[in-house]
């Protein structure tokens, strides 16, 4: 059931929505999160904290990007985030190496702004 999107991310989805809208490049959104490296170690996650964070969607990780334009309100997608969709040559500090694959379970809870 994993499917492709063109720029390389991967996913699958874990909760379907046939309603709710779908953001564009430019609307704030909120999600709840978790993600992990390859090998299952914790990166972060919205989820263990109980509280989804409002973003920007042109500011987020651009595996995220990729994803939250295709999805529906409600809906909770696993991503497969490549390193160049994710933090690249660089990592994240001590959590994410460099050129690490990620894996985020991603759902979006509501579009903020509609541009």
Known sequence: GVKSLPSGLQYEILTESNSGA???????????????LLDGTFVESSMARGEAVRLNIGVALKGWQKALVHMKEGEKWRLFIPPELAYGEKG????????????????????????
């Open 22 to 36: 779908t953001p564009d490049d430019n609307d704030a959104v909120r999600v709840h999160y978790a993600g992990t």
């Open 92 to 115: 994240l500090q001590n959590k994410v190496p460099p050129q690490s694959t990620l894996i985020y379970e991603l759902q979006l809870v509501e579009v903020i702004d509609r541009s």
